[in-house]
Nanobody, 129 residues
Framework: QVQLVESGGGLVQAGGSLRLSCAAS????????MGWFRQAPGKEREFVAA????????YYTDSVKGRFTISRDNAKNTVYLQMNSLKPEDTAVYYCAGDWTPYSSSSYTPQFQYEYDRWGQGTQVTVSS
């Protein structure tokens, strides 16, 4: 089991940067593939980025490619989302999630909500124009 807590959200001007962190408790963090999702008001939660257990594979939704970077530090039980060149349309609550995949490849990057079984409470990101 793992519990997740996001932090680092806030208000930033368009073109600025934010770094989100997701701190995990538990001894099995390294066994989870990790992802970031976001949800804007009135919209469904959407996939943003994922990173494999071994950190050797990442996957991004098209709208954030080249601007966002997902990374993890298993020794610190933390996953990060570095967000650069932020746009107003990036405004949303950002959630980190974990996928327990003990029998999957260590390079697997899940991109669907149903694949994840652990979720954080979210952190608000607001980008002003």
């Amino acid at each position: 089991q793992v519990q997740l807590v996001e932090s680092g959200g806030g208000l930033v001007q368009a073109g600025g940067s934010l770094r989100l962190s997701c701190a995990a408790s538990g001894r099995t963090f390294s066994r989870y593939a990790m992802g970031w999702f976001r949800q804007a008001p009135g919209k469904e939660r959407e996939f943003v980025a994922a990173i494999s257990r071994s950190s050797d594979s990442t996957y991004y939704t098209d709208s954030v490619k080249g601007r966002f970077t997902i990374s993890r530090d298993n020794a610190k039980n933390t996953v990060y989302l570095q967000m650069n060149s932020l746009k107003p349309e990036d405004t949303a609550v950002y959630y980190c999630a974990g996928d327990w995949t003990p029998y999957s490849s260590s390079s697997y990057t899940p991109q669907f909500q149903y694949e994840y079984d652990r979720w954080g409470q979210g952190t608000q990101v607001t980008v002003s124009s």
